[in-house]
């Protein structure tokens, strides 16, 4: 069987998870607060995604690989002293419909540098290991005292619309 990861929010309402444009009518305060992760970066919400049609908050967004493989990482490379507790849904991957799903890639800063392909035509046994840009890029910031975003470059599964998690697992790290 193949998963895919989300966090679980802080602030979950419901057993669904919604994009972000979504929340602004049914959700408003959880919108404003999770529309300030974008604070710095107000370009991607205009970001348009290929395939299916929407801007980039119109999906919601998924790990194709387990997330303790990341933090795993950034402990080996001294920059966390600890994996955190975090806590991840596991939904399966066959609960998507393929219509309204595409897999995001990139590889180094800038739009020219991502691809974004059909569910239908990527391999996933090709996407569980951690891509050779995350780990130089967390390689770079060693010593820096930089704290990394944890998925830069770690392609990611965006999916247009709702989805229902109520059947799916929660994994703590």
Not at 8 to 22: A, C, K, S, Y
Not at 31 to 47: F, I, N, P, V
Not at 152 to 173: C, E, M, N, R, W
Request: proline content about 8%; hydrophobic content about 40%; glycine content about 6%.
């Amino acid at each position: 069987m193949t998963y895919i990861y989300h966090a679980v929010p802080e602030r979950m309402e419901g057993d669904t998870l919604i994009p972000l444009n979504q929340m602004r009518t049914s959700h408003p305060g959880l919108y404003a607060q999770y529309l300030q992760k974008y604070k710095g970066r107000e370009e991607l919400l205009q970001r348009k995604v290929p395939l299916i049609g929407c801007l980039w908050n119109d999906v919601v967004q998924f790990l194709p690989l387990h997330p303790s493989k990341i933090f795993q990482l950034q402990q080996k490379l001294g920059l966390i002293d600890k994996i955190p507790p975090y806590k991840y849904f596991q939904i399966e991957l066959a609960s998507l419909d393929p219509k309204k799903t595409v897999v995001y890639f990139k590889n180094a800063p800038g739009e020219e540098n991502a691809l974004v392909k059909g569910l239908q035509s990527v391999d996933f046994a090709q996407l569980q290991e951690i891509p050779s840009a995350t780990i130089n890029y967390f390689t770079s910031l060693i010593d820096t005292g930089e704290l990394p975003f944890n998925y830069q470059f770690v392609p990611h599964v965006l999916y247009k619309g709702a989805v229902d998690i109520s059947k799916s697992s929660v994994i703590t790290l």
